[in-house]
């Protein structure tokens, strides 16, 4: 499994709202400027989050990104899902796929279903207040 830049970019901007919104509209050219990332990849992102409530924007003068709840109310699961689509690590676990005819009889997919599922506790278990004060990962460099 090998989460995309979309992915990842996403993180980063959400992060970014996390620690510099404070309630407040910031310019999609801001969060560019400050992530290194392309207006044109952000524009491509943004709409997904917006369109999914995760944040919300505003247009003209003043306008911009903002968070819709409390940074400690998102989980990166939840947003990797969004962006992601997925975090199944075989096409079987993937959401509506159909039923394999292989299924009952699988001897992988005991292994692959708890892995499917470590995988999204784990990101479930994260949230953007836990990153932002890096308290489950004090060896990353501030």
């Given at each position: 499994m090998?989460?995309?830049?979309?992915?990842r970019y996403a993180?980063?901007?959400?992060?970014?709202?996390?620690?510099?919104?404070?309630?407040?509209?910031?310019a999609m050219?801001?969060?560019?400027?400050?992530?290194?990332?392309?207006?044109?990849?952000?524009?491509?992102i943004?709409?997904?989050?917006?369109?999914?409530n995760?944040?919300e924007?505003v247009?003209g003068k003043?306008?911009g990104?903002?968070?819709?709840?409390?940074p400690?109310?998102?989980?990166?699961?939840?947003?990797?899902?969004l962006?992601e689509?997925?975090?199944a690590?075989?096409?079987?676990?993937?959401?509506n796929?159909?039923?394999?005819?292989?299924?009952?009889t699988?001897?992988?997919?005991?292994?692959w279903?708890?892995?499917?599922?470590?995988?999204?506790?784990?990101?479930?278990s994260?949230?953007l207040s836990?990153l932002?004060?890096?308290?489950?990962?004090?060896?990353?460099e501030?």
């Amino acid at each position: 499994m090998i989460i995309s830049t979309r992915g990842r970019y996403a993180l980063r901007v959400m992060l970014d709202l996390a620690e510099n919104g404070n309630g407040e509209y910031i310019a999609m050219k801001k969060i560019a400027e400050r992530q290194g990332i392309s207006l044109k990849y952000l524009e491509q992102i943004l709409p997904v989050l917006t369109q999914n409530n995760i944040i919300e924007g505003v247009s003209g003068k003043g306008g911009g990104y903002r968070l819709t709840r409390k940074p400690d109310e998102y989980k990166v699961g939840e947003i990797l899902r969004l962006t992601e689509g997925n975090l199944a690590p075989v096409a079987c676990l993937q959401c509506n796929a159909e039923r394999c005819d292989r299924a009952d009889t699988c001897p992988t997919l005991p292994m692959w279903t708890e892995f499917h599922n470590l995988v999204n506790h784990y990101f479930d278990s994260i949230t953007l207040s836990s990153l932002i004060e890096q308290e489950r990962f004090p060896h990353m460099e501030q």
